[in-house]
């Protein structure tokens, strides 16, 4: 009997359901397919236990489907890789320091501005509810950074901090210590801000939070590698094929300290690109010169342009606390990897002759308002002890990057 091609169709579909129901009654065991952060199944693919997604239940095992990051206000995402790190100017200080070297940066979060008076002033009003007075005046901003024996400056030592017109320019006289209080308490205070959101039980612990997905990475002070990669924002000059044209002496493209287009970075070409001192005694330019820096002291957080990352005044207006203690060979010891020197280990104190080179010493980064354009090369370092404090030191606050979002 001959089939025709109808009927050869028929019995190949049969016979391909009958396998498919012979292969599924050997395999017992359900697919789960693909986990993910965002799409985590109903069930345990190793139990089979039911999942709960009720976020205020303790007595079940929970599972969060709210995978994002929350990365709090003002901050911008910074994309890691690779990068050389180090100066790349000439080292007229004869420092040795910080010398070029291939690291890679994990992702972060760093704050697009300089903490400002106005921040500073949130901080110190919530504290004033949780700690003494004595202790209190311990978390003010020395206003005396500005008093000097030869100079005039006594507008800023009595307004600078206070007066509105200053709100949003950057805090002055904040020692290390202080920056890193700061920082705790805006861990502290923006969780409890996003647990209200949310709705989430107060008594829940920290744990219990980031299971969750509600726990913040904590605000902290970038670390050196950190801050010199996100300046530096080669990301600006990143091709398909992986190879960067030039490197970069200022977080900016051109060579030198001046706009060098004509439209690019909204503003004129020939405009200073940071808050600097131009030479000795010359802090802003002379009087109606449209092509000055137009700012003698420091200036609001917002002024000039951002650079690739979107981060403003990572080069002039303030200098910036950083994480790291100070040592001459921290190039040379620390890995290659998110490199980071939190205390003396393999270049201990007691090698050095003076004691300038303790655990107590830190590192700040990218020139001021007061500096010439040297130390605007984010490769440039200095340091000083961690309970100083001076009007051209400010700082601003990072975060670590938790996983990818759905992954």
């Known amino acids: 009997m001959s089939l025709n091609n109808k009927s050869w169709g028929m019995w190949a579909m049969a016979i391909l359901l009958a396998s498919a129901s012979v292969l599924s009654s050997c395999n017992k065991t359900p697919g789960y397919g693909r986990r993910t952060a965002n799409d985590p199944g109903k069930k345990s693919a190793t139990t089979g236990a039911e999942f709960s997604f009720e976020e205020n239940d303790s007595t079940k095992f929970f599972v969060s489907k709210k995978a994002e990051q929350i990365p709090g206000p003002n901050l911008k995402f910074i994309q890691g890789g690779r990068t050389v790190l180090g100066s790349q100017e000439e080292d007229v200080m004869a420092f040795r320091d910080n010398l070029e070297r291939t690291v890679s940066i994990a992702n972060f979060y760093m704050d697009e501005t300089e903490i400002t008076n106005n921040d500073y002033r949130e901080f110190l009003f919530d504290m004033k509810k949780k700690v003494s007075a004595d202790s209190l005046l311990k978390l003010e901003p020395s206003e005396n950074v500005w008093s000097g024996a030869m100079s005039f400056n006594d507008?800023?030592?009595?307004?600078?901090?206070?007066?509105?017109?200053?709100?949003?320019?950057?805090?002055?006289?904040?020692?290390?210590?202080?920056?890193?209080?700061?920082?705790?308490?805006?861990?502290?205070?923006?969780?409890?801000?996003?647990?209200?959101?949310?709705?989430?039980?107060?008594?829940?612990?920290?744990?219990?939070?980031?299971?969750?997905?509600?726990?913040?990475?904590?605000?902290?002070?970038?670390?050196?590698?950190?801050?010199?990669?996100?300046?530096?924002?080669?990301?600006?000059?990143?091709?398909?094929?992986?190879?960067?044209?030039?490197?970069?002496?200022?977080?900016?493209?051109?060579?030198?300290?001046?706009?060098?287009?004509?439209v690019k970075r909204k503003g004129k070409q020939g405009d200073f690109l940071a808050n600097f001192k131009r030479g000795r005694g010359d802090y802003a330019g002379i009087s109606g010169n449209q092509r000055n820096d137009g700012d003698i002291l420091p200036t609001n957080v917002y002024d000039m342009a951002p650079n690739d990352f979107g981060l403003y005044h990572m080069a002039g207006n303030m200098n910036e606390w950083v994480y790291d203690i100070y040592r001459p060979l921290t190039f040379q010891d620390a890995d290659d990897l998110n490199p980071l020197r939190k205390d003396g280990v393999y270049d201990e104190e007691e090698n050095y002759e003076t004691s300038m080179f303790t655990d107590e010493i830190r590192v700040y980064k990218g020139g001021s308002w007061k500096d010439v354009a040297y130390w605007l090369a984010p490769g440039t370092r200095r340091f000083m002890h961690q309970d100083s404090a001076t009007n051209n030191i400010g700082f601003r606050c990072a975060m670590i990057s938790i996983g990818e979002k759905g992954k």
């Open 155 to 262: 507008l800023y030592q009595s307004y600078y901090f206070r007066f509105p017109g200053f709100n949003f320019y950057p805090v002055a006289g904040v020692s290390w210590t202080q920056a890193n209080v700061y920082a705790k308490w805006r861990t502290e205070f923006v969780q409890e801000l996003v647990r209200e959101e949310r709705g989430i039980d107060s008594s829940f612990t920290k744990n219990q939070l980031i299971e969750r997905g509600v726990a913040m990475a904590d605000f902290r002070l970038p670390n050196e590698a950190e801050w010199e990669y996100a300046a530096k924002a080669m990301i600006g000059t990143q091709y398909l094929d992986e190879n960067q044209e030039y490197g970069r002496i200022y977080p900016w493209d051109g060579r030198g300290v001046r706009n060098p287009y004509n």
